[in-house]
């Protein structure tokens, strides 16, 4: 806080009367400002969940951030890995999609109301959405795709304003590693669960396939004509 005194100025003193005209220095802004951090924040995961916060740091003006994602696409392990390619959305599009929000609406030039999309989408569909929408919304350059998070280390006590996770790295490409240090972490672990598997009687005689209902593990396109036994009503 500067103030005049007759032909110079003086820095405005705690113990001294408010000056009636005083200029204000070395602030940006009167709103309080974020803490900047010195690392950026680490995305593990760039499945629904990923995106769809990826969209609102975007959308609210904030880009210090890095995806990881150990796969060659976005949509995670639930579309990409588990889905068969006749696996259908069971939630209508109009309240599933990744940008679904008031941020998004018809005044939203990028992503809008998404009028162009099947209602009860088959897989493929649903990842093109995804990938869809970090196209439009400049998400793809934050991402590092075939890198998988090997191992986190926290630096700092919890209450240090400075604390820090340190990453290792493993490229899938190439099979080098590296080390990440992020201010914060964002985990999206996603769908971690495997089939149970039940070794029934007989079938090492039964000659015919048997397999699950997830993971492209049945050959759907030859069951037509087939008798075929489902067991199992989810």
């Given at each position: 806080?500067?103030?005049?005194?007759?032909?110079?100025?003086?820095?405005?003193?705690?113990?001294?009367?408010?000056?009636?005209?005083?200029?204000?220095?070395?602030?940006?802004?009167?709103?309080?400002?974020?803490?900047?951090?010195?690392h950026?924040?680490?995305?593990?995961?760039?499945?629904?969940?990923?995106?769809?916060?990826?969209?609102?740091?975007?959308?609210?003006?904030?880009k210090?951030?890095?995806?990881?994602?150990?796969?060659?696409?976005?949509?995670?392990?639930a579309?990409?890995?588990?889905?068969?390619?006749?696996?259908?959305?069971?939630?209508?599009?109009?309240?599933?999609?990744?940008?679904?929000?008031?941020?998004?609406g018809?005044?939203?030039?990028?992503?809008?109301?998404?009028?162009?999309w099947?209602?009860?989408?088959?897989?493929?569909?649903?990842?093109?959405?995804?990938?869809?929408a970090?196209?439009?919304?400049?998400?793809?350059?934050?991402?590092?795709?075939?890198?998988n998070?090997?191992?986190?280390?926290?630096?700092?006590?919890?209450?240090?304003?400075?604390?820090?996770?340190?990453?290792?790295?493993?490229?899938?490409?190439?099979?080098?590693?590296?080390a990440?240090?992020?201010?914060?972490?964002?985990?999206?672990?996603?769908?971690?669960?495997?089939?149970?598997?039940?070794?029934y009687p007989?079938?090492a005689?039964?000659?015919?396939?048997?397999?699950?209902?997830?993971?492209?593990?049945?050959?759907?396109?030859?069951?037509?004509?087939?008798?075929?036994?489902?067991?199992?009503?989810?």
């Open positions: 806080f500067v103030i005049k005194q007759g032909c110079s100025w003086a820095v405005q003193l705690d113990t001294a009367e408010i000056g009636r005209r005083v200029i204000v220095k070395g602030i940006r802004q009167w709103d309080p400002e974020r803490h900047r951090y010195p950026p924040t680490a995305f593990i995961g760039a499945g629904y969940n990923g995106i769809k916060h990826a969209l609102y740091w975007l959308h609210h003006g904030t210090d951030f890095v995806m990881f994602e150990r796969y060659d696409r976005v949509g995670g392990r579309w990409l890995v588990q889905a068969n390619k006749t696996s259908r959305l069971q939630t209508e599009m109009a309240s599933f999609h990744v940008w679904f929000g008031k941020e998004w018809a005044e939203n030039e990028r992503l809008g109301f998404p009028t162009e099947s209602t009860w989408p088959r897989t493929d569909e649903v990842i093109k959405h995804m990938e869809h970090v196209e439009r919304y400049g998400i793809l350059p934050h991402i590092r795709f075939q890198v998070v090997r191992k986190i280390d926290i630096v700092g006590r919890p209450t240090d304003l400075e604390r820090k996770y340190d990453l290792t790295l493993h490229d899938l490409k190439d099979g080098s590693e590296s990440f240090h992020a201010s914060s972490l964002l985990h999206f672990p996603g769908a971690y669960f495997n089939p149970r598997i039940i070794d007989g079938e005689d039964f000659g015919g396939r048997i397999g699950y209902g997830m993971n492209n593990d049945i050959p759907f396109d030859n069951l037509e004509g087939k008798c075929t036994a489902i067991l199992g009503n989810g």
